[in-house]
């Protein structure tokens, strides 16, 4: 597994899945990639975390008011993507990363930069 820093933010590949598509605007193939995402608020510099099969898409619809749990926060810029073959793999990271505090923290402790930056 790598990691790669870019500007706006960092993107973490499994699989050896060079995941360019956050940088250029592109989307992914949505036929067998599944991804966890943490985008920030710009207005109140909170962080939320989920789970697609197209981060742009997503981002998208974040940041066209289309997700009742994020709405009120625009708009949000992505800080982060983990990309999975398997839906399930990711679909459990989501889940863990918002389930338990210590993997979150472990998280936005690798992350430190992305966040703080923006």
Not at 6 to 27: K, L
Not at 37 to 44: N, P, R
Not at 56 to 61: A, I, V
Request: with cysteine.
């Amino acid at each position: 597994m790598q990691t790669k820093q870019y500007g706006e933010g960092s993107c973490f590949f499994a699989r050896v899945w060079y995941c360019d598509f956050v940088r250029i605007g592109q989307s992914p193939p949505t036929t067998f990639m599944y991804h966890v995402y943490v985008i920030k608020s710009i207005s109140d510099k909170r962080l939320y975390i989920g789970s697609t099969n197209d981060v742009r898409r997503r981002l998208q619809e974040h940041n066209d008011g289309l997700s009742p749990a994020t709405k009120n926060r625009r708009p949000f810029i992505l800080v982060y993507c983990e990309s999975y073959v398997s839906k399930t793999d990711a679909l459990a990271r989501e889940r863990k990363l918002k389930k338990f505090k210590n993997s979150y923290s472990e998280l936005k402790r690798r992350m430190k930069n992305s966040i703080d930056d923006t």
